[in-house]
T-cell receptor, first 116, second 109 residues
């Protein structure tokens, strides 16, 4: 149990376009979902925390207008990278939590975004 | 400020040797700590959490509040243990995790 999927697993887009990444909890209800960015051989950097039905909370330095997060249901959160640039190329990972102790996070497989 | 430090970027040992991956934390309250593992081309997965005091795949980790450490240990490393290991701190008991920089463990035959 506690499986999280992400779609797509990889995407290539042109500069200036927008791309949407979906994160789904397949067999549990996720009150809270998290979005991370991971550079090669580096740690996960938390971008934002989203709670179902409310606005996402962004970490310092993350542009909320560039990385739009929507958590419309207890099983789906989306991250939209708007007006993408090559520097946005990265590995984006989501995780989902039931929102109750012990607050364990279940991670998705990640989405590789390449902006050309 | 809350912080997790993993001082070693890469740790290389031979099969059968003991391994210790270091993790130090900075936290004002009562910490809740985790170890996550990421095998090659796989998603991040929970290895163990300090409150469970469990041993998973032969790994153990003890919370030392005096030294603010949560080192991960295994007495006899196996080749399949080769992976990236991340120490993480539960921020303010709300589920938000603060990750360390990660340590790549390489177990040589």
């Amino acid at each position: 149990g506690a499986v999280v999927s992400q779609h797509p697993s990889w995407v290539i887009c042109k500069s200036g376009t927008s791309v949407k990444i979906e994160c789904r909890s397949l067999d549990f209800q996720a009150t809270t979902m998290f979005w991370y960015r991971q550079f090669p051989k580096q740690s996960l950097m938390l971008m934002a925390t989203s709670n179902e039905g409310s606005k996402a909370t962004y970490e310092q330095g993350v542009e909320k207008d560039k990385f739009l997060i929507n958590h419309a249901s207890l099983t789906l959160s989306t991250l939209t990278v708007t007006s993408a640039h090559p520097e946005d190329s990265s590995f984006y990972i989501c995780s989902a939590s039931r929102g109750i102790p012990p607050y364990e996070q279940y991670f998705g497989p990640g989405t590789r975004l390449t902006v050309t | 400020a809350q912080r997790v430090t993993q001082p070693e970027k890469l740790l290389s040992v031979f099969k059968g040797a003991p391994v210790e991956l270091k993790c130090n934390y900075s936290y004002s309250g009562s910490p809740e700590l985790f170890w996550y593992v990421q095998y090659s081309r796989q998603r991040l997965q929970l290895l163990l959490r300090h409150i469970s005091r469990e041993s998973i795949k032969g790994f153990t980790a003890d919370l030392n509040k005096g030294e603010t450490s949560f080192h991960l240990k295994k007495p006899f490393a196996q080749e399949e243990d080769s992976a990236m290991y991340y120490c993480a701190l539960n921020h303010n008991q709300g589920g938000k995790l603060i990750f360390g920089q990660g340590t790549e463990l390489s177990v040589k035959p």
